[in-house]
């Protein structure tokens, strides 16, 4: 009798575990559709080319202001949180509503949007979320944090770059639109990804602390 309480007890606390992991790739895979679609607007300030040129300047000059889209640091996020298995199955949950459920994608959806020039970048979330979870996976060490964001960061640029090149050919792009659109998209952006992707990973590690602490 004893056993057998023991066992269903057993059973319930692995549906209660499946459910909670469900819950958690459910809620990380919406919190990259809202990513998607925010922009934050970044003002810092920057030592203006014009003071070097002696060029007359104005306070206006030292403020820059950047559009910053927070996918990247969400899907660094995902990864550090979930771990590799549950990420992954978050951001695949997140490619498959884009291509046959839902335009969840920046510029919208369905299967044509293989062919778009940013999908690249999309594709290249699995292998970085793999590569962050495996290095966090050993602890959230501030050394393990960099490997993991740089790697991640990366990956994702790299992949995209090269899909991107590849999309471009097909459609017999030529270098300044190429140039241009690499410059966009991997550009200084690449400084912002990292940057926010190491406070997202470091939020992420509380976010467990915190999520482990209820469970």
Known sequence: ???NIRLVKKEIEGIRLSLGSLILVISCTFLMVAATFIQLKITHFIIPAELF???PIAFKDFLFTYKFIPQIPVVMFIGAFLG???GIASILLYILIGLFIMPVFALGGGPKYILEYGFGYILAYIPAVFFAGSILKSGFTIRNILHAVFVGVLTIHLIGIL????IAGLKH???TFINGWITAQSGLKIIYDIIFSFASVFIAKYAKIILWFFM
Not at 163 to 166: D, I, Q, R, S
């Open 1 to 3: 009798m004893t056993d």
């Open 53 to 55: 040129r002696g060029e």
């Open 84 to 86: 590799r298995k549950y």
């Open 163 to 166: 899909y991107m090149l590849f």
């Open 173 to 175: 792009e030529g270098w």
